[in-house]
């Protein structure tokens, strides 16, 4: 086992993060270990223990830690000024990048965190189709904002398609406003939608559920309907964007929403996001034409020109041949590795993702959507999960992240520790 030591200065760090933040983190992971750099695929802490890194920042870090083609398109314009608020260059350039790969994007407004993305993209289908209501779906991650935090994370699911907020200080008129639909049920989520079709603003969805892959005809289904109805159908593809193919979940999948977030990718580990959608809907966002529907969006370090340098940069490295092929191939060998391990030790499990993004899911059911995620054994995934960061592979509470970046010796750490995490099950 890996001697993973903690020196008096890490100590030191959480010890003061404790005093000086709620819980003694950031709000995302625990505070047990504190990161001080990152190359390629790995990180190392303050006591300079050394890990294979599949968080990536949760995401961001696709093209890998401190790429040095990235790092040399910042480091070109930092010396320029960090931020205008005026339009700069690489921002136009990086709008330009994502119309084109982006199969519904004719425009694309920058905001600077994948929550903006989500609730302006949301705000913009409502100001579209002048309706307030919005249906997402149980279990479906958007990010922050009042709208989102409804039945992301129900501890005790509720009966669709009524919503459960999911954090205190949300006003009680905003559940009212949101109507839930099970994720890959595509006769319930149609149902709901053509019952509502006269009150909903629009429809939000992840195209690929946080670990869940969309069942054969859901999304198609969900086009169909909304199209039907004339309903703004919005992919959240934050963590899909550029992940999944260069044309993102929409093109990996083959189906077009009107409107979709991007983030996380987007920005090359900058904050960086948009919203990117067709002619019609974005011109709600310009003043000139939109009349009593525009709709304002001002934000400090939108379009920022350092992290759309790194963004353009990092979507370069993704247009190479062959990166996908890298990409994908890579989180094969670990998915089928775990899979196999998995099963030679007769451990019930699931390994549910895609090759670029996955998880195990201790059960013995198939898993298809949020409820059946949840009955997965927890606490077992605690302990595996605690035992490969003790093996140097770290990851978060849920989720393999993998990037170009992971080599062979990066596979072959992950692989020894999934053993040794199995065989201490």
């Known amino acids: 086992m890996t001697d993973m030591q903690r020196t008096a200065e890490e100590q030191a760090l959480i010890d003061t993060a404790q005093r000086v933040l709620p819980a003694g983190n950031f709000g995302n992971l625990a505070g047990d270990v504190v990161i001080a750099r990152g190359q390629g695929g790995r990180v ?29 398109a910042v480091q070109e314009q930092i010396p320029l000024g960090t931020t205008y608020f005026a339009n700069n260059q690489h921002g136009i350039r990086l709008a330009a990048e994502i119309v084109d790969a982006m199969a519904c994007a004719d425009k694309v407004r920058f905001v600077s965190s994948g929550s903006e993305a989500t609730f302006y993209a949301m705000r913009a289908a409502r100001a579209h189709r002048k309706r307030d209501k919005i249906l997402k779906f149980e279990g479906g991650f958007h990010g922050m904002s009042d709208y989102a935090l409804m039945s992301m994370a129900p501890a005790q699911p509720g009966n669709f398609p009524q919503a459960i907020p999911d954090s205190a200080g949300i006003p009680q008129r905003v559940r009212d406003e949101v109507l839930i639909a099970p994720f890959n049920d595509a006769e319930t989520s149609a149902s709901l939608i053509r019952e509502h079709a006269d009150d909903l603003g629009g429809v939000v969805v992840e195209p690929f559920q946080r670990l869940v892959p969309p069942k054969p005809g859901f999304l198609e289904t969900l086009r169909a309907v909304t199209k039907e109805h004339g309903i703004p159908l ?32 987007v920005g090359g580990g ?25 709709l ?35 989180g094969k060998t670990l998915m089928e590795g775990l899979d196999r391990l998995l099963r030679d030790a007769g451990i019930p499990a699931r390994v549910v993702g895609e ?8 059960t013995d059911a198939d898993v298809t959507d949020y409820r059946s995620t949840i009955r997965g054994d927890a ?22 992240y993998v990037s170009l970046a992971h080599d062979e010796a990066d596979v072959a750490q992950t692989l020894d520790a999934f053993a040794a995490a199995v065989a201490s099950l």
């Open 355 to 362: 090759a670029p993004l996955f998880d195990v899911v201790f």
């Open 379 to 400: 606490d077992k995934l605690k302990r595996f999960n605690a035992t490969l960061r003790q093996h140097g592979v770290f990851k978060g509470d849920s989720k393999y």
């Open 234 to 265: 919005i992919f959240d593809e934050v963590v899909t964007g550029f992940r999944f193919a260069y044309g993102g979940a929409q093109a990996y999948y083959g189906v077009v929403p009107d409107l979709c977030a991007l983030g996380k990718v």
């Open 44 to 72: 190392w802490d303050v006591s300079g223990n050394e890990y294979v890194d599949f968080l990536l920042g949760s995401g961001p870090m696709l093209v890998g830690h401190a790429h040095p083609e990235v790092m040399a």
């Open 270 to 294: 900058f904050p960086l996001a948009a919203i990117a959608g067709g002619e019609e809907i974005m011109a709600h966002f310009d003043k000139s034409t939109a009349g009593d529907s525009f």
């Open 296 to 330: 304002p969006q001002i934000g400090t370090l939108s379009g920022n020109p350092v992290a759309a340098a790194a963004g353009l940069k990092t979507l370069e490295i993704l247009k190479r041949p062959g990166a996908y092929d890298r990409l994908f191939a890579t």
